[in-house]
């Protein structure tokens, strides 16, 4: 009886330094600081607005529009471009100069900016490029672009980025990227890019555009 009063007693005098124990460990465990949107307007207007738009909505056709892009997308991108996993010299220039505080700040904003929709301008090759996007071409073991970036283009946060809207000739320009090996940063969209053709990336990234 002696012995399991002190086993209880013990048990009893160590929960306190258990329970004290785990939330130090809780209070020592890393958080993400909160995007600061302030920040990142002020470092979007000076490092990228040139190129995509003053609210992410870029007017170059082959420079992406970023609004409404998913943030955790766009640190990747930009942490894949500084560290040259990426290859493209000038958005490395760029990436360089930021910290990952900087590129949170930023991809943070950029989302909370409305994406302009976009259209598609080739009606004989958007029926194709639809058929693409929506079904895949199943005899050539082709997915279907829907199937990771949903059927409007809104994309998967975190894992695939959005596509509806974006400009057809910045979309051409990176599947055929992908698929002559020039980028390397996504295996699933290499595998995927490499079975197109060229007709079929213009058709794919005109439907694209269109998309809202």
């Not at 946060?157 to 020039?182: E, I, K, M, N, W």
């Amino acid at each position: 009886m002696k012995l399991l009063v002190s086993l209880l007693t013990a048990v009893a005098l160590a929960a306190p330094l258990m329970s004290a124990s785990a939330n130090e460990e809780k209070a020592a465990a890393p958080v993400a600081a909160k995007p600061d949107l302030v920040k990142g307007e002020a470092s979007f207007t000076a490092v990228c607005a040139a190129c995509h738009g003053a609210d992410g909505n870029s007017g170059i056709p082959a420079n992406p529009k970023l609004a409404q892009q998913h943030p955790e997308y766009l640190v990747k991108q930009l942490q894949e471009f500084k560290s040259g996993k990426r290859n493209n010299a000038i958005m490395k220039g760029f990436a360089t100069t930021l910290s990952d505080e900087d590129m949170r700040n930023i991809a943070f904003w950029t989302a909370s900016k409305k994406a302009k929709p976009g259209f598609a301008k080739d009606k004989e090759l958007v029926a194709l490029g639809e058929r693409i996007y929506r079904g895949g071409i199943a005899d050539r073991q082709i997915a279907a672009c829907a199937g990771c970036h949903s059927p409007n283009g809104a994309g998967i946060p975190a894992q695939y980025p959005r596509l509806g809207g974006q400009h057809a000739d910045y979309v051409a320009s990176q599947l055929t990227t992908f698929r002559d090996g020039g980028r390397k940063n996504s295996p699933q969209m290499t595998q995927v890019a490499a079975k197109l053709n060229d007709r079929e990336i213009k058709a794919v990234a005109d439907y694209i555009a269109g998309l809202h």
